[in-house]
């Protein structure tokens, strides 16, 4: 969800960021070609999602989140993630999509957008476009699911981070 909320503050708040890292956010234009990439992953779940408004059935059991958001390499188990899954708003995902959403054209801000090599959630496609509207730096993290900064891999994905940062001198 935070990636959908930094394109909403840079679209209706201000462009005014010294630079924005986006970590597995939601694609640009819309959520919805990617929400029929879950139907298959899990359709008990999307269907539940649709009729009860919330995400909670996406994550209902630890065994259901970990297939979407996490690699057999995470440093977390499954129990672990769903430990620290809380409720996600349905309505700003709802929300990011035509004909509620359109992305800025033009974005000042610096980005890094990020995606996982084997996202269930969010495909590297939709994420590339995505990073190409807004003129992003865009980058595959390797092995890497949804759940990014949980991944095996997580120093190097904090250091690639920090190396655009610098790049940037951006403290």
């Known amino acids: 969800m935070g990636g959908a909320l930094v394109q909403w503050y840079l679209k209706y708040v ?100 990020l995606a996982g090599e084997i996202d269930a959630v969010i495909g590297v496609e939709a994420e590339r476009k995505s990073a190409a509207h807004y003129q992003a730096d865009f980058l595959v993290v390797p092995q890497a699911a949804h759940n990014i900064m949980m991944e095996y891999n997580y120093r190097e994905t904090a250091e690639m981070i920090h190396n655009w940062l610098r790049e940037r001198e951006i403290k």
């Open 14 to 113: 201000g462009d005014d960021l010294p630079a924005a890292v986006m970590v597995a956010p939601w694609a640009s234009h819309s959520t919805i070609e990617d929400g029929m990439r879950w139907l298959p992953l899990d359709p008990i779940g999307t269907v539940l999602v649709m009729l009860t408004c919330s995400t909670c059935p996406f994550i209902r059991t630890p065994e259901q989140a970990a297939k979407k958001l996490i690699s057999p390499k995470s440093v977390y188990t499954p129990e672990e993630l769903h430990a620290r899954l809380s409720p996600e708003s349905f309505w700003v995902m709802y929300q990011h999509n035509p004909p509620f959403w359109r992305p800025p054209e033009q974005v000042k801000t610096p980005m890094l957008w």
